[in-house]
Every structure is written in structure tokens, then in C-alpha cells.
């Protein structure tokens, strides 16, 4: 089990598993990367980040369905950084992230390396948005719904075709007051990078800290507002939550508002403007002409 | 052994239907959200208590709610007019705690009450009574076996249900409060017989010696790579202490527009960054590494240390009397980066520093 990586016919291969290794490898030996981040074998079969530095380390990684959590948050974690230039296994909801990063000026040309599987198997060296944006369409697990994260598929009730405003509502009234307002959502984000988030400012106060009815549902739909256009729906938010509310769907349902609305979506391009807030001569709306 | 006696499984829903009766609110541990997850929530209609899965997070909030209202002000001409002597609790039963639960509240009581007082929990504590149940089984998670706990622990129970076989739960009435509630559902509570005293416990094996952990961790503070190398991957989202039965830290918010407000009581975690942010600037505990620090040392060295110093006298060698952990294992199960505290407390048992 431990030595398999997805392919989106089901296939699982070891081989490409050794040849991600051998790769990283190179990399570590010659000096262009310090470290590689990527997914390991964690404790009672969960996985784990994985912080490579030394050629043996390299044994331990792994790559499979179970690799939800977006190892983009750790770009910006100075622990991490302080460990010089990283090289990081790269699925395509990561890349869909630095993707979008770099449209909001958050990553710099080659300041990573991504290592990524293409459908036969070859390593492919990405750094720049533009090599990012040229292969992300043809590697495997690209398209259609990223496993393990809750889709709306499943609830159907919940997508955005649905017109029954009042079933949402009362399920995500009931799904948010199970929040305990940890905001291990908004930390295992990375399209969270605010220094300061809205919801730390208490001059003003512009949302409730506490986790009351009213205070929740203004978090979630802050939270929501924040990452409309701009979330890549990696599911890692999802992931993290404590309290199993399946927070991504809210995000895809804005996502899926905006290309509606806008033809645009989140983590398919570097130079992607910010769709709520740019004036286009050709926007439908009349109030601001 | 404390007295006891003998209830049948089938006779639980009756025994929950005379409580209720009685005018006591029903905590426990029910399916909650898409995934069916227990959550400690008020008894619905439904009645699926679940006694099987762990809850993702304690029952804390039973005693220290996620947010709790500790006074009211008014602006009354010029004065301004503070309410907010009377606690308002209502008889509560927490029903379906795991031994681990019920030694956590204790902690939180001995936490909260050091000092000055806390009146909120004291009064919230006063009304409740705990029902626990005895664990049958355990995950590689769990080691309530090396911090001083058990499986079949009564330690913060009033009423101990334990199986001892199919059909029949062995009572162990640990409190008066118990007592009371085993008079509350008389006639369905029969006396134990000799034969049926031996309870089925899971077995859960000692993981590390906690007694290496007290005495190293000291020495450990100043060793600034290896918390470092212990927190690599933290991201500071704070599950960890959100679901824990004994984290406590809280913070105060005034919800107020012009007139009128009120004072929150909310749960916070030293995990995050802005816990330790000063209004200069400056944060004592930067980073990361420093707040998992911060993390360990109050579970394993501050907390034991001021439980000394309260008593007055020297302790045993390592003991875990306040120690700020039960070995529940909900934040490993929770760490969406699998920071396994087993893992990182056997690494700092092992250090030789």
C-alpha cells in the first residue's frame, strides 16, 4: 500500500513512485533543493507531511489518494523556509494553488520546484506558473472530482444547481453549529495567507470571535466571500475540520457562481485578474456604468 | 469496590426516559453531520447514542461551553450598570462519557478552581452528573494507561458502567450524586450479583514511561531544534486543543453596540499566534516550534508543577496526578498532519540530554 500513486484509470505503479525518488534524489545531491516536501506514512495508517533532507529519507515517501492535505501551506511557514529551497511533490489541486499564488503575487518564479507524475509515468520539473499552467490539463487526477474530498455529487441537495435555498439553509445552519471556531480551516488554506485575517481585528470588531450561532455563520460566510474566485477546491479545508463539516462545498459553490457569472475559474491560470474585483467594460451589470 | 448494583442494556432508553422525566437535560454522545461522527449534543428524538466511536471532540463544553455569557452592562445615565451575579444552570447528566471524559473534567475542575474559584464551572459542576462508561475497546490511539488513567477507571464519574456481559452493565455508584441517580431510576437498577463483578475492559498497553517525560522535559526547554524537528509540520490550526478534555485557555470578548453588552467567555489555544501577541508587536512565542512547546510544557511540566506546589509537599517521583492530559488520543486522531502525541512523548522520554 504504501508505495502507490493514483492514476486516474485506478492503476496503481510503484515504478513512478521510484522514479518521483530518483528525481528527488538529484535534486537533493546536486544542491538545487535542501528539502523535499512531501507525504509519508504516518502513525494507525494516516499519512503525514514529510520533510526530506537527506538522500535516505527519500525511502519514506509516498504518494497516494489518502495525500489530500495541500502541502502549499508550508511555502510560507518560516520553520520551513529557514531549511533553504524546497522541492515539493506536487498533486494537481498543489499546483492548481500555486497557480493561483502566483496570480495574487504570492509566488515567486522559481522560488519551489514541484515534482509531478504525467499519465506515463515520467517526472515532470515544474517552477514557473507558465511550465505549471502548460502541463496541469494532462496530468492524471486534472479533471472531474478530486477523491476523498466531500463532493456536492453526494449531496445533492447542496449544489449549486439546486434551487431549494431553504434545505441549504437549514443544512448549513445545522452543519455550522457544530463549529468550535479553531479555524484549522483557514490554517490548512493556502489561499489563507493574510497576515492579519479579518476575524483577528478587534478595532474593529468586524466579525463575532465567539462560536454562538450568529458568529459562526458570519465566519463561514466571511471565509466563504474571501475565497470566492480564488479557491482551487484542493478539500483540505474539509480535511482539516475537526467537526467533519464539509466547508469545501461552500467554496465550490461560489466557484462554480463565478464561472457562471464570470467564465473564470481559480488555479487554471497565473495572470487570472481577481473576478470581484475588477471593472470590465463588458460586465452585465449596469449600476457602475 | 464502591456499592453497586446491575442494569440490563434494554433498559438504558427507560432509564434516559425517567430523567427526563425528572427534568434533567441529557448530554450525549449522538451522530452528527454527513459523516455521522458522534458529537456531545442534547438528547433528540432520535435517541442513537453512540457509545462505540470516540467523539472527535470532549465533553468539555458540558463544563466550559465554547462560549458562555459571564455578565451583562448598561450604560444607565452616566453610570454604568454591571448584571451578572446569577449563574443560570439547569440539572444536566452527561451521559456516555469514557473513563478518560470523566478523569478529564476532574482536571478541569482542579484547573478551574485553583486560586480564586471559578463560580461558572463550581455551579455548572454542582448540577451535572457524569455517567461513564467503561471502554471495551481502544485504538493505537489511546493511552489513558500512561498518564495514571484506565479503561474501567470511576476517577471523575459519579455512576461507572461497566459491561460484564452481553446484556447486563455492572453499576459502581463512585458519588452521593450517583446514589441519586441510581434513586431516580428505581426500579430498573437490580443489586449486583457476586457472580457479576468482573468487568470486560479493553486492553491498553503502557505506551512510554511517563515518569522519563516529567523528569526530561525541563532540561528539554531550552533545546530549541528539538521542538523544531517535533513541530515541522504544525500549522497551528488548533484542532489539537479545541477537542482536548483538559485544554482551558480562554479568551474574553465584549459583544456590545452603545447601550448595552455583554462579556464572553471563548475558547482559545495557546496554538495560535495571536494568543501571545502584544498590543506592541512583539510575540514571545514567534513561532511555531515555541507555541507546541508552550503546548507540551503546560500538559507535562507547569501544570504537574503547580499541583505540587498547591499541595505543599514533595510528590512521587513522576507523578500524574495533574498531569494536563488523559491519554483520550483525540488529538492525534484529529491532527490533520498527524502530530502523534504518543509518538512525540516517547521521543522526548528517549532523548538524552
Not at chain 1, 472530482?145 to 453526494?154: E, L
Not at chain 1, 481559480?266 to 456604468?289: N, Q
Not at chain 2, 441517580?181 to 468487568?199: D, R
Request: some cysteine; glycine content about 8%; hydrophobic content about 40%.
Amino acid at each position: 500500500m504504501a508505495e502507490t500513486v493514483r492514476r486516474t484509470s485506478g492503476q496503481t505503479v510503484v515504478n513512478d513512485m521510484e522514479a518521483l525518488r530518483q528525481r528527488a534524489r538529484e535534486l537533493l545531491d546536486a544542491g538545487t533543493v535542501q528539502v523535499i516536501i512531501g507525504y509519508a506514512n504516518g502513525s494507525n495508517r494516516r499519512v503525514r507531511p514529510f520533510f526530506a533532507r537527506r538522500p535516505e529519507d527519500l525511502e519514506r515517501l509516498i504518494l497516494d489518494d489518502r495525500c489530500v492535505l495541500n502541502l502549499a501551506v508550508y511555502l510560507r511557514k518560516p520553520e520551513v523556509k529557514a531549511l533553504g529551497k524546497a522541492a515539493v511533490i506536487a498533486t494537481p489541486p498543489l499546483l492548481r494553488s500555486i497557480l493561483q499564488l502566483a496570480a495574487e503575487n504570492h509566488y515567486q518564479e522559481s522560488e519551489a520546484v514541484f515534482l509531478a507524475l504525467d499519465s506515463a509515468g515520467n517526472v515532470l520539473e515544474l517552477s514557473s506558473a507558465e511550465q505549471i499552467a502548460g502541463v496541469l490539463g494532462s496530468l492524471p487526477g486534472s479533471t472531474g472530482q478530486d477523491a476523498c474530498v466531500p463532493s456536492a455529487d453526494r449531496m445533492p441537495a447542496l449544489s449549486a444547481g439546486s434551487t431549494d435555498r431553504q434545505a441549504r439553509f437549514a443544512f448549513w445552519k445545522q452543519e455550522f453549529e457544530r463549529c468550535i471556531r479553531c479555524y484549522a480551516c483557514r490554517a490548512a488554506c493556502p489561499m489563507c495567507y493574510c497576515e492579519q485575517c479579518l476575524v483577528d481585528s478587534n478595532q474593529p470588531q468586524w466579525i463575532p470571535v465567539a462560536a454562538h450561532s450568529i458568529g459562526n455563520l458570519e465566519w463561514h460566510i466571511s471565509r466563504a466571500m474571501h475565497l470566492a474566485g480564488r479557491c482551487v477546491n484542493c478539500g483540505a479545508c474539509s480535511e482539516a475540520c475537526p467537526a467533519g463539516i464539509p466547508l469545501n462545498l461552500v467554496n465550490q459553490f461560489l466557484a462554480d457562481r463565478i464561472q457562471q457569472e464570470f467564465g473564470q475559474k481559480a488555479g487554471t491560470s497565473a495572470k487570472l485578474d481577481y473576478a470581484l474585483s475588477v471593472f470590465s467594460g463588458s460586465d452585465r451589470e449596469t449600476f457602475i456604468k | 469496590m464502591s456499592e453497586t448494583r446491575s442494569l440490563r442494556k434494554q433498559s438504558i432508553p427507560s432509564l434516559l426516559e425517567k430523567l427526563e422525566q425528572n427534568g434533567q437535560r441529557i448530554i450525549a454522545p449522538q451522530p452528527a453531520g454527513p459523516s455521522g461522527t458522534p458529537w456531545f449534543t442534547d438528547l433528540d428524538r432520535e435517541r442513537h447514542i453512540d457509545l462505540e466511536q470516540m467523539t472527535a471532540v470532549s465533553p468539555k463544553s458540558g463544563l466550559f461551553p465554547v462560549v458562555e455569557e459571564i455578565l451583562r452592562f448598561r450604560k444607565d445615565g452616566k453610570q454604568v450598570v454591571i448584571e451578572g451575579d446569577k449563574v443560570k444552570v439547569q440539572p444536566t447528566v452527561l451521559f456516555g462519557l469514557r473513563p478518560c471524559d470523566a478523569r478529564g473534567l476532574r482536571i478541569l475542575e482542579s484547573i478551574f478552581q485553583e486560586g480564586e474559584p471559578d463560580v461558572f464551572l463550581r455551579e455548572r459542576r454542582a448540577a451535572t452528573t457524569v455517567v461513564a462508561f467503561s471502554c471495551t475497546a481502544a485504538d493505537p490511539d489511546c493511552f489513558c494507561t500512561s498518564v495514571g488513567g484506565g479503561p474501567g477507571d470511576t476517577e471523575g464519574s459519579d455512576l461507572l458502567l461497566s459491561a460484564i456481559d452481553d446484556d447486563h452493565f455492572l453499576v459502581e455508584i463512585v458519588t452521593p450524586k450517583g446514589k441519586e441517580l441510581v434513586e431516580l431510576g428505581a426500579g430498573l437498577f437490580e443489586p449486583a450479583k457476586e457472580s457479576e463483578q468482573t468487568k470486560v475492559l479493553a486492553a491498553v498497553p503502557v505506551r512510554f514511561p511517563i515518569a522519563d517525560v516529567l523528569t526530561k522535559l525541563p532540561a528539554l526547554f531550552n533545546l530549541e531544534s528539538f521542538w523544531q524537528e517535533q513541530s515541522l509540520a504544525c500549522l497551528g490550526c488548533s484542532t489539537c486543543a479545541f477537542v482536548c478534555p483538559i485544554c482551558s485557555c480562554f479568551d474574553l470578548e465584549d459583544e456590545a453596540d452603545l447601550k448595552c453588552g455583554s462579556r464572553l467567555r471563548c475558547w482559545d489555544s495557546c496554538g495560535q499566534r495571536l494568543f501571545t501577541l502584544h498590543a506592541s508587536g512583539h510575540n514571545p512565542r514567534s513561532v511555531q516550534s515555541q507555541r507546541w512547546r508552550q503546548r507540551v510544557m503546560h500538559k507535562f511540566s507547569y501544570l504537574p508543577e503547580r499541583g505540587r506546589k498547591a499541595r505543599g509537599s514533595a510528590p512521587a517521583e513522576g507523578s500524574t496526578s495533574l498531569l494536563g492530559c488523559v491519554g483520550c488520543g483525540r488529538c492525534s486522531r484529529s491532527c490533520p498532519v498527524d502530530m502523534n502525541l504518543i509518538e512525540r512523548l516517547t521521543a522526548i522520554a528517549e532523548s538524552d540530554l
